[in-house]
């Protein structure tokens, strides 16, 4: 065992080793034995059982989980040629040519990504989308991508679900080759909440490429085009296309909020294009466009500029799926829609819907809306595994228009709030978060600024402050970081800056004065990765801990000790099983585990208690503190 840890050291195997090595590494020493693969598994399986998953909040479902029905796939069928082979023939630019020349309206779908992130916290496990990914590649060739990653899915995948983000993208890549991937990705905050030095953001977008990552849809939460331009100028490095988004808030057609009119929105586009964007997008985060807005800024946009334009919008109001068919009344190229029993309240519109009301027109998608159903079906199971999680609101509301949040942090804030004790006082504190956005100076909201407003609000109205008040309290209130870090331009400026009377009553007279971020030496946080995980790290390992040090570190402890958890069932995983229950668990091609609960056992003296499974037929067992 001495030797084994010694090839496996990580100075060791970088050809690093020294004379002093075994003296000052006495990690060299310990002789834990390993344990296989199905035993790790049956040990995270076992503490899920008799002390539930941490991240499951107590939920225990009244009745047994059924899977969900899979929609049929021809398994003697290759996946039909889709987007992806004609942008890698074509490239980005001309790819955007050939985009601008279909009748259709060709549509996102982002069942694997925003729909979930918006509906149910962004807690959708890979093992669900791959179950169905066979059949997206074969039944739903036509779709023009799949948004399946970005945004917030690269931290809770690691925080909440234990499992690996870039592993994620790269099975979904080998299952789906044919149709482009797209991905949400926060400028200069990449997958975070904030900056990162510019070769941080270019060495993240050029390893998802290569991982097989297509579209890259670049915002800022300001609009603040300089924290666009590291990242815009890294996808053009690569094979993959760059969308950037202006994001969209207020209402161009109410002349009373003159601040983000469609002169403004243009404006940013032309610059977008300038900045050599191959398609602009139209971020629509919080669902505000509404449906006659949208018809005037697509006119006007497909006017002014000469690359495509994709709509982004979600249906919080209830309202979008107008927005979506007035946009593409107006010659939208690409929407972004979610699959039936996904789509709706703080997520996209209703995709099979869409599909079906364009059907015998000539923006005719040419889906199948039968295929579409099938999914739906599926989701709709599926969406029971996450039930609690699952709290967005049941329909839609006008309410939006006040707080502007967006879809993803509505549930969020709400939980958030809850949590507090405060559930009962949602509108109070939805009109408090609209209150701190007009002594912010009316911003765009997205993450991260989003955040800021968030935490402001919820600081502001658990002290009884009013946010007009804000500007004549005496000096020395402590204020949340975030706030300060944004008035001090952490994130960028907004249009026509901080209002002056707010930056000092948060930042007093020091002028905040902010250096540009130092590259990071990426070879030597290697190193400090390997001293960290204890292992040889790997470029996915890298960007983890460079996106989130603290996270990752927890998540490559918990790889440690569990290993792999992705494959199990999402009922098992997060519920745990029954006496009698049997779960089959696929942990490599043609390798499947069958996992069945047989006892668990009394608490011994120390409050162990013996978990009896059969694996593959035989006995295994495993011994668990009972924490209770
Ligand atoms: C994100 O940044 O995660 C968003 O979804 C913003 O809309
Ligand atoms: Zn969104």
Known sequence: PFLENVIHFPIFREGQATTTMIDTSPELFEFKPRRDRASKLLQFLGNVIVNGNPHAKGYKPTAPMEPAPLPSW???????SGTRQLLLEMGAKKFAEWTLKQKRLLVTDTTFRDAHQSLMATRVRSTDMLAIADAVARRTPKLFSLEMWGGATFDTSMRFLSEDPWQRLKSLRERIPNILFQMLLRGANAVGYTSYPSNVVAGFVKHAAACGMDIFRVFDSLNDLSNMKAAMEAVQDTHGICEAAICYTGDILDPQRSKYSLKYYVGLAKQLEKMGAHFLCIKDMAGLCRPYAASALVKALKEEIGIPVHFHTHDTSGINAASILRASDAGCDVVD????????????????????????TPRDT??????????????????????????????????????????????????????????????????TYREVNDLFGDIVKVTPSSKVVGDMALFLFTRGIKPVDVVNLPPGTSWPESVIDMLSGGLGEPMSGWPPALVKAVLGTTKPKRAKLAPVKLKETKAEVAAKTKRDPSEDDLFSHLMYPSVFAEFAKFQREYGDVSALPTPAFFYGLKPGEEISVPIEEGKVLFIKLINVGAPDKEGRRVISYELNGMPREASVADKS
């Open 74 to 80: 021809d398994r003697k069928q290759e996946p039909p």
């Open 366 to 431: 040419g889906l199948n809306l039968d295929t579409l159903n099938q999914f739906s079906d599926y989701w709709e199971q599926v969406r029971g595994f996450y039930a609690p999680f699952d709290t967005a609101p049941k329909s839609g509301s006008a309410e939006v228009y006040l707080h502007e949040m967006p879809g993803g942090q509505y549930t969020n804030l709400k939980e958030q709030a809850a949590s507090m004790g405060l559930g009962g006082r949602w509108p109070e504190i939805a009109r």
């Open 337 to 360: 829609l979610a699959i039936a029993s996904m789509s709706g309240s703080t997520s996209q519109p209703n995709l099979n819907s869409v599909v079906a009301a364009l059907q015998n």
